[in-house]
């Protein structure tokens, strides 16, 4: 089975300031590797998933993640946050039939 | 389109009760899933199914918890009967294939529940 910890419970920045949400996992077999976002009072969505190929993924909206195998670490980053991205963020690593979350990170963005 | 619909939104109960929740995917997804919200951690799947099958139930407490997927749309989640460590949000997920997690999940708002 997997596991999923992300290291960071809640993470307070102030506005256009880089983050790094940071995500570690464990499994013994090849895995899929995502983050989901739940803004205020909505539901969770798909913010960037890996799945093979290149280990740097981005979003639409500026993060990116980079897949580290060596360190089995999918790490979110962004270089200037904005106000809008105060959310809730889950890390989450998928295998065989199996589907494991972290506990989330909550980033706050302050002006 | 529309997206995954979810009710109740809110139920109290009392322990030893019994409750539903009701979950509508969006239209033509192939997989449902239920995941379970206790407050302070992540989504925990309980079960998942493709079309009206069930492709995994491991993580589902089968002496209370059950579900079905009747005609492969819409789902339905009970528990019967209920604890007081059962409060948290029921989240229903669906993906368009079934093609297995790697699929993009769509997440419906949930149930919030409180066993009293």
């Known amino acids: 089975a997997q596991s999923v910890t992300q290291l960071d419970s809640q993470v307070p920045v102030f506005e256009e300031a880089p983050v790094e949400l940071r995500c570690n996992y464990s499994?013994?077999?090849?895995?899929?590797l995502f983050w989901y976002v739940q803004y205020p009072n909505q539901g969770l969505q798909l913010l960037l998933k890996?799945?093979?190929?290149?280990?740097l993924v981005e979003s639409i909206n500026g993060f990116e993640a980079e897949f580290n195998k060596s360190q089995t670490s999918f790490h979110l980053r962004k270089p200037s946050v904005h106000i809008s991205d105060t959310a809730e963020y889950f890390c989450a690593v998928s295998g065989f039939n199996d589907m494991r979350f972290g506990a989330g990170t909550r980033l706050t963005v302050k002006p | 389109e529309a997206g995954v619909a979810q009710s109740p939104r809110y139920k109290i109960i009392e322990k030893r009760q019994s409750v539903a929740f009701w979950c509508n995917p969006i239209s033509g997804h192939a997989t449902l899933y239920w995941y379970q919200q206790i407050l302070g951690q992540g989504p925990k799947l309980l079960i998942q199914?493709?079309?009206?099958?069930?492709?995994?139930d491991s993580q589902l407490p089968k002496d209370r918890f059950s579900a079905e997927r009747l005609k492969g749309v819409d789902s339905t989640l009970k528990i019967q009967p209920a604890k007081l460590e059962d409060s948290a949000v029921y989240l229903c997920a669906s993906s368009l294939l079934a093609g297995g997690l790697q699929e993009t999940q769509y997440f419906g708002p949930g149930t919030r529940l409180l066993v009293l």
């Open positions: 499994s013994s077999v090849s895995v899929y």
């Open positions: 890996y799945l093979s190929g290149s280990t």
């Open positions: 199914f493709q079309n009206n099958g069930v492709v995994d």
